[in-house]
């Protein structure tokens, strides 16, 4: 299995969504994705919620 498809597969489990549909795109979600990218792709989760809230100001 390639590596997108893993994420594909990991990271909607991980948000509790089907990976075919199209998603809200919110603050929540949005958070939600990046950590469990992060996650995915570090093994691990380091990053304070504060650095998440301070992320999304600056979208």
């Known amino acids: 299995m390639r590596l997108g498809e ?22 929540s979600t949005l958070i939600a994705l990046a950590k469990s990218i992060i996650c995915h792709e570090n093994g691990k989760q380091p990053y304070s919620e504060a650095t998440f809230e301070k992320a999304f100001e600056l979208l």
């Open 6 to 27: 893993t994420v594909i597969k990991c990271v909607p489990q991980s948000l509790v969504v089907d990976p075919q549909p199209v998603i809200v795109v919110n603050k």
